[in-house]
T-cell receptor
């Protein structure tokens, strides 16, 4: 069974600085997707960024980018120029061959003004 | 507007009283799924469906039922709710080839 591990329960960053959230996963599959979701206090689940495993190029969405290391099974999220609105719980998720999503337990990000 | 709609958003019920949480998507997605979110446990999959009339158990299916009679709808049924089913529930849908799951806004269920 696939597992997703987020080793940082909490992180904090100063406004305008850069922060990196870590995620590792375990799988025997070669074709899969990886995701980062943001959950603000409203509890809505918002897709931040996704990565297809067969693509070597790291995904980027505006201030959000990932560092995908397939061999190491690592998928970290970098947030540049952090803003107060980035404060939220962030979940890493794995989507495999049957497209069942497996989530990590989350990292709570605090942005300090 | 493309969306996943769950109803109700909030529900307080009593132990043993059957309830249904509805989920509907307007994006013609093949895949739909239900998750529950609990403090310290993260999101756990309850059931999922890859297409009409095709459903399968997730990680925590006990006490829940689902059906997929139409592509757009995927209701979650609790036939005899218990207090340990108090949780925040999410429905999600997506397309396999896009590899993306879109979430509904969540249903906060309290069973007393």
């Amino acid at each position: 069974a696939q597992t997703v591990t987020q080793s940082q329960p909490e992180m904090s960053v100063q406004e305008a600085e850069t922060v990196t959230l870590s995620c590792t996963y375990d799988t025997s599959e070669s074709d899969y997707y990886l995701f980062w979701y943001k959950q603000p206090p409203s509890r809505q689940m918002i897709l931040v960024i996704r990565q297809e495993a067969y693509k070597q190029q790291n995904a980027t969405e505006n201030r959000f980018s990932v560092n995908f290391q397939k061999a190491a099974k690592s998928f970290s999220l970098k947030i540049s120029d952090s803003q107060l609105g980035d404060a939220a719980m962030y979940f890493c998720a794995y989507g495999g061959s049957n497209y069942k999503l497996t989530f990590g337990k989350g990292t709570l990000l605090t942005v300090n003004p | 507007e493309a969306q996943v709609t769950q109803n109700p958003r909030y529900l307080i019920t009593v132990t043993g009283k059957k309830l249904t949480v509805t989920c509907s998507q307007n994006m013609n997605h093949e895949y739909m799924s239900w998750y529950r979110q609990d403090p310290g446990l993260g999101l756990r999959q309850i059931y999922y469906s890859m297409n009409v009339e095709v459903t399968d158990k997730g990680d925590v299916p006990e006490g829940y039922k689902v059906s997929r009679k139409e592509k757009r709808n995927f209701p979650l049924i609790l036939e005899s709710p218990s207090p340990n089913q108090t949780s925040l529930y999410f429905c999600a849908s997506g397309m396999r080839r896009e590899g993306t799951a879109f979430f509904g806004q969540g249903t906060r269920l309290t069973v007393v």
